[in-house]
């Protein structure tokens, strides 16, 4: 059961899928079959990966059993993100996660994953933007570029409205935007 309180979590996630697939084969599934995808070019088509080699291990000749996928797509545990997509293809067992949903559950819960001034002890938080790194203007950034800025910004107003950031921090962001004259649209 999902429940709103609980942090995303990879190894929540592996631990829940590994778990439905070890309960399909039986006694003899013992180990991780998933992993997390980290390369730029498969998270485009996928997030986790149950490889075709793990899967003729576990099943007879590879063949996931009926109903496995639809169990997959339907997965809700504490920790474990909204999945999209379950598919069988030459790779092995692939899954997508709903991002925007994703997205959207952690900066709900963000608080959940930084602590908050009072608690942190002079720790800080840093918003890394690469793209503001060596800017030479606004015309020159890409649409991607663009797209890290207005998070950048999206991230900068949650923290503030969460009371995680100080003046300090929201006078530094909004120098280093105001650089590219771009005007954050978090109140200062």
């Not at 576990?58 to 009926?66: E, L, R, S």
């Not at 067992?93 to 963000?110: D, H, M, S, W, Y």
Request: charge should be positive.
């Amino acid at each position: 059961m999902e429940t709103v309180d609980s942090r995303l979590s990879v190894s929540a996630t592996l631990e829940a899928l590994n778990a439905l697939l070890r309960e399909q084969a039986g006694d003899g599934a013992r180990g991780s079959v998933w992993f997390k995808e980290s390369s730029a070019r498969n998270l485009r088509g996928r997030d986790f990966l149950a490889p075709q080699a793990a899967l003729r291990a576990m099943f007879a000749d590879g063949q996931v059993p009926n109903g496995i996928i639809d169990r997959v797509c339907s997965l809700k545990c504490p920790g474990v993100p909204p999945i999209q997509s379950c598919q069988k293809d030459p790779a092995g067992l692939t899954v997508q996660l709903n991002r925007p949903a994703v997205f959207e559950q952690i900066l709900k819960g963000i608080h959940m994953y930084v602590k908050s001034p009072q608690i942190a002890h002079g720790q800080s938080i840093l918003l890394n933007c690469v793209p503001l790194h060596g800017h030479k203007g606004l015309n020159s950034l890409i649409l991607s570029q663009l797209r890290a800025i207005l998070v950048t910004d999206h991230l900068m107003g949650m923290l503030q409205a969460q009371g995680l950031v100080d003046g300090t921090f929201l006078i530094q962001v909004a120098y280093a935007f105001s650089s590219l004259h771009v005007i954050p649209t978090t109140s200062l």
